[in-house]
Structure formats: C-alpha cells, structure tokens
Nanobody, 122 residues
Framework: QVQLVESGGDSVQTGGSLSLSCAAS????????MAWFRQVPGKEREVVGLTYPNANTQYGNSVKGRFTISRDNAKATMSLQMNTLKPEDTATYYC????????????????WGPGTQVTVSS
C-alpha cells in the first residue's frame, strides 16, 4: 500500500519562496504519476502540477512560471519549489499518486498524503 507524507509547509510573506517535499513508500516497480494538489476550505481540490513517469511536468495555469516540480524516482520523492508566492496560494497542499499516466482529476488518484499548510500573508 502506497503511503505519502508531505513536509515543508509554513507561513511566508507575499513574494517569498517555499519548498515542499513528498516522500512515498510502498511502491511497486510500475511507472506512476506523482502530482501536487491544493485545496482551500469550501473549494474543490486544484491541480498545482503533475510529474509523469518520465519526469515530464505540467502545471496549473495559476502557478506556471512560479512553481517547479521535481522528482527522484530512486528515492521515491517529489518536491515543489514555490517562488513569488501570493496570498491566493494559501492552501493545504497535498501530494498524490496513481499508476501509469497522470490525470488532472483528483478522483483519479488513490493515494494521498495528509497535506501540509501553506499560508502567504500580504
């Protein structure tokens, strides 16, 4: 059973930077997608970015050019470097994974971490 744990959430000021990490365990050798989502209370979970088994990445429109995802398959880890943070980036950030190709739909992911809180103050 896959288990995910996020870390690195914190409170920062507008324009600041933060790096999140996701550590995974329990994987098989099959290719898998890793993704970052975020959620604000009362709103749907939003894709931040996806990293495919070949390490290609895609980003949500609201974070393009500011956030960067990287993954280390050997260590089963994924990171999210967040720059030029804005108050609207405030959310709980989750990492998630699914076998095979990535999906932009949160219900397609079966394994989720507990989340880490990011707060950006103006």
């Amino acid at each position: 059973q896959v288990q995910l744990v996020e870390s690195g959430g914190d409170s920062v000021q507008t324009g600041g930077s933060l790096s999140l990490s996701c550590a995974a365990s329990g994987y098989s050798s099959s290719p898998y997608c890793m993704a970052w989502f975020r959620q604000v209370p009362g709103k749907e979970r939003e894709v931040v970015g996806l990293t495919y088994p070949n390490a290609n990445t895609q980003y949500g429109n609201s974070v393009k050019g500011r956030f960067t995802i990287s993954r280390d398959n050997a260590k089963a880890t994924m990171s999210l470097q967040m720059n030029t943070l804005k108050p609207e980036d405030t959310a709980t950030y989750y990492c998630a994974t699914r076998p095979g190709f990535c999906s932009w739909k949160s219900p397609d992911y079966r394994a989720w971490g507990p989340g880490t809180q990011v707060t950006v103050s103006s």
